[in-house]
């Protein structure tokens, strides 16, 4: 028990140093760095918390494929930094006045002495029922109990990812694009043109 809490206090201490300097480094490669340091300590605390399908999840999805992406996108792309603090600068404030909100309502529930649910020690002291997997587990609980809220949440990623191509959609004059149905309207004679080349006039 007493290595649990060691390890336990070790991930959420790196944890939370990771992610400060996430926001906090000049050097944008650094904070993806700092990033992917955050995701392996926080799939540590999922290990400790008994939830190893998510940890893995984490460390495949989030450190594989999302940092990875951040780290070749700050580096290949020719992005003015300076612009992009120039305007997180201009919502500091805003950003200041959310943080201290949460940070009073912690408080405020620390003050009320937060009472947990009466089934709420036993869910947290056997996580995964007795003969499932942690894998089976979980997927029983979000296609049975949470399919609504799964649903939705999907349907929100979508939306999110719909909304992100449209804001960065750019259409620059004179670049050709494809026209699908342009092309399957076209008749044989719009698609070919029989030049008659006398002999001897050819290339």
Do not use: C
Not at 29 to 40: E, G, N, Y
Request: aromatic residues 12%.
């Amino acid at each position: 028990m007493l290595l649990q809490a060691i390890a336990f206090y070790a991930f959420s201490a790196v944890l939370i140093a990771s992610a400060f300097m996430v926001i906090t480094a000049r050097n944008p490669v650094h904070s993806v760095f700092f990033l992917i340091l955050a995701f392996f300590n926080a799939a540590g605390l999922f290990v400790l918390l008994g939830a190893e399908f998510l940890a893995m999840i984490l460390v495949i999805v989030y450190v594989g494929a999302v940092a990875v992406l951040f780290l070749f996108v700050v580096m290949m792309l020719d992005i003015d930094f300076a612009e992009l603090k120039r305007g997180a600068q201009e919502y500091i404030l805003v950003g200041a006045g959310v943080g201290l909100l949460l940070l009073v309502e912690l408080a405020f529930f620390v003050a009320m002495k937060w009472n947990f649910a009466s089934a709420a020690p036993g869910a947290r002291a056997h996580p995964t029922p007795a003969g499932l997997s942690n894998t089976e587990a979980l997927g029983r609980i979000l296609y049975t109990d949470y399919v609504y809220y799964f649903q939705i949440a999907g349907l929100v990623l979508l939306v999110a990812m719909i909304g992100a191509i449209v804001l960065t959609l750019r259409h620059r004059p004179g670049v050709r694009r494809q026209n699908i149905g342009r092309q399957n309207a076209r008749t044989m004679d719009e698609a070919m043109t029989v030049v008659d080349v006398k002999p001897g006039q050819g290339a």
